[in-house]
């Protein structure tokens, strides 16, 4: 009996102290473990691509949207890199003949919305 509340105390105390960890980080290294845990867990994120208010390309079932990272100074690249199914009928299924593809989309000039698929 007395082992078992020891380990919900050690458990206790290990949660207390991962808590504390995380409220002294800065909120952007909170993000990038957010992101990483996500990364981690996996998505069914979902990216869109615009010209203007057109949907021209969208992509399914991508499980994370990455930074490219600069192999000398591995300093972030502006643009993001992933894979996902092109969905090329636009109507956020994975049908026969639609492949998963490798993908690059920059931050400068491109208007795009990733998200994670609702259904």
Not at 7 to 12: E, K, T, W
Not at 69 to 76: E, I, L, Q, R, S
Not at 91 to 118: L, R, T
Request: proline share 3%.
């Amino acid at each position: 009996m007395r082992a078992i509340g020891l380990r919900a105390a050690c458990a206790v105390l290990v949660g207390a102290v991962a808590i504390l960890g995380l409220t002294s980080c800065t909120q952007e290294q909170q993000n990038k473990i957010s992101r990483d845990i996500q990364n981690w867990t996996g998505t069914n994120g979902v990216l869109e691509v615009y010209a203007g208010e057109k949907l021209v390309r969208r992509f399914v079932k991508i499980d994370k949207l990455s930074t490219a990272m600069g192999t000398d100074d591995n300093k972030p690249r502006p643009y993001r890199f992933g894979y996902g199914v092109l969905d090329e009928n636009l109507n956020m299924q994975v049908d026969a003949g639609e492949k998963k593809v490798y993908f690059e989309i920059s931050d400068y000039g491109s208007n795009y919305v990733f998200f994670e698929n609702p259904h």
